[in-house]
C-alpha cells in the first residue's frame, strides 16, 4: 500500500516562506507522476505544482515564481518551498501520486494516492 506523509505546514504572515515535505517508504517517486494540491475551506481542490515521471514540472498561475517543487530521489523525499506567501495561500496541503501522468496534472481526480495534509496559514 502506498503512504504519503506530508509535514512542515505551519502559520507565518503574508511575504514568508515555509517549506513542505512529503515522505514515502512505500514506493519510488521517479516512478510516479507526484503533484500538491491545496485546498481551501468551501473551496474545491487545486492542483498547484507537478512533477512528471520525466523530471518536468509544471506550476499553476496562482504560484509560479514563489513556489518551487523539487525532488530527491536518494532521501525518496519531495519538497515544496514556498516564497512571499500570501493570505490566499491559506490552505490545507496535499501530497498526491498517480502510476501514470495525465495531460491534466491539476485535476486531483487523476491521482490516486494522497497523503493526510498540512495546515498552512497565511496573516495579513
Known amino acids: 500500500q502506498v503512504q504519503l506523509v506530508e509535514s512542515g505546514g505551519g502559520s507565518v504572515q503574508s511575504g514568508g516562506s515555509l517549506r513542505l515535505s512529503c515522505a514515502s517508504s512505500?514506493?519510488?517517486?521517479?516512478?510516479?507522476?507526484m503533484a500538491w494540491f491545496r485546498q481551501a475551506p468551501g473551496k474545491e481542490r487545486e492542483g498547484i505544482a507537478n512533477?512528471?515521471?520525466?523530471?518536468?514540472?509544471n506550476y499553476a498561475d496562482s504560484v509560479a515564481g514563489r513556489f518551487t517543487f523539487s525532488q530527491d530521489n536518494a532521501k525518496n523525499t519531495l519538497a515544496l518551498q514556498m516564497n512571499n506567501l500570501k493570505p490566499e495561500d491559506t490552505a490545507m496541503y496535499y501530497c498526491?501520486?498517480?502510476?501514470?501522468?495525465?495531460?491534466?496534472?491539476?485535476?486531483?481526480?487523476?491521482?490516486?494516492?494522497w497523503g493526510q495534509g498540512t495546515q498552512v496559514t497565511v496573516s495579513s
Open positions: 512533477i512528471d515521471n520525466d523530471g518536468t514540472t
Open positions: 512505500t514506493f519510488t517517486y521517479r516512478r510516479y507522476c
Open positions: 498526491a501520486a498517480s502510476a501514470w501522468c495525465a495531460s491534466s496534472w491539476w485535476n486531483y481526480r487523476n491521482y490516486n494516492y
